[in-house]
């Protein structure tokens, strides 16, 4: 029965018999619970934590509480599949064009590939660095190519003469001398000539180099909240070597967005002879209703409704008139009509060159 439960899980409501009453212990331990309870109030360090901001800008921080929905909403972009492709040319051609340059043993390596907002990235850049901004002609927009101190000393370094095994040294609390300047400017349109030659299967664009800066504020060739594409490589030169990135904005590529979500290069280039050789075979089996048409006469509805059983149609037409043979709205043949054994036939004369929109 639903009322047999056991005496130890009934407990006797406020004000019956056995209940706690005002004044006594169990009573005043309930309210001061209830008091308690109601008066916790969260400290800042325990803000900070919920939404997600850190004074320190940790990591972690950003990565946790209501900041990390706002981040992981805004920087949520397509993947382009075709980038990943162009970026693995880019590597190669890099790695012959640089061993030309030094004349030393160059690998280039493709870290990653990731999106990211423009500013969230500007923010992030570690100086000292150097940044080249460079405009695709085509596209007529720009993106970044940023090479950190390592490299640039490193490339000095091999280009100038140095001796190998011994770590390129930075003076620091200056700023980079005009022979570096020119230098990584040098090096830079290598670059930017093999990030044309790795686009050049997809869309023919050219990469110049406009200015080289060292102060992100004055790179800026997007608003900090546009979303861009950031590749991560690096160089090494045996003992030396450094990182260098490619932020292209989304809004340099929208030209070329069709052709960057295809899944490999075949699907906008290049010949499947295969299918070709099929299509045109299974053509020659296609059935296709062709009409005869002898003359047209245009009628207006009124009479049309007034038509009785009987009535006749007259077409300005002889018996030796041509006949226009039709395929849907296309005027494909001009014919004579005629008689081949008990159906009535068509004999084609010639092709007709123009449309009729019926």
């Known amino acids: 029965m639903a009322d047999d439960k056991p005496e130890e899980e009934a407990k006797p409501a406020e004000g019956e018999e056995g209940a706690p009453k005002e004044g006594e212990a169990g009573w005043d331990d309930q309210v001061a619970l209830n008091e308690a309870a109601s008066s916790r109030v969260l400290n800042q360090d325990e803000i900070d934590s919920l939404l997600g901001f850190d004074e320190a800008g940790s990591e972690a921080a950003a990565a946790s509480g209501i900041q990390a929905i706002v981040n992981s909403g805004m920087v949520s972009y397509e993947r382009l599949p ?98 570096e300047r020119n230098l990584v400017e040098r090096m830079a349109n290598v670059i930017l000539g093999d990030l044309t030659a790795a686009f050049d299967p997809l869309s023919p664009v050219t990469f110049r180099l406009e200015r080289l800066e060292t102060n992100p504020r004055f790179a800026t060739i997007a608003r900090p909240a546009n979303a861009a594409i950031l590749a991560r490589l690096r160089v090494d030169m045996d003992d030396r070597g450094g990182r260098m990135e490619l932020l292209l904005p989304y809004a340099t590529l929208e030209p070329v967005r069709e052709l960057l979500l295809q899944m490999f290069m075949g699907e906008k280039f290049g010949r499947d002879t295969i299918w070709e050789s ?81």
């Open 82 to 179: 075709m980038l990943e492709v162009v970026f693995d040319r880019l590597v190669r051609v890099m790695s012959t064009s640089l061993r030309n340059l030094t004349s030393d043993n160059v690998e280039v390596s493709l870290d990653n590939i990731t999106s990211i907002r423009f500013g969230d990235y500007l923010n992030s850049i570690p100086l000292p660095a150097m940044l080249g901004v460079f405009k695709a002609e085509e596209w007529d927009n720009y993106g970044l190519v940023v090479i950190d101190s390592s490299l640039i000393y490193s490339i000095v370094d091999v280009l100038l003469g140095g001796r190998r095994g011994t770590a390129a040294m930075r003076i620091e609390g200056r700023p980079y001398t005009t022979i």
């Open 278 to 358: 099929h299509l045109a075979t299974e053509l020659w089996y296609t059935d296709m209703p062709v009409h005869a048409v002898l003359d047209e006469v245009i009628i207006p509805l009124g009479d049309i409704m007034n038509w009785k059983i009987g009535d006749k149609i007259m077409l300005d037409v002889q018996p030796n008139s041509p006949v226009e043979v039709r395929c849907g709205d296309l005027s494909m043949f001009s014919a004579k009509i005629g008689r081949k054994g008990k159906n009535v036939a068509v004999r084609i004369d010639g092709k007709l060159g123009k449309l009729t929109n019926l």
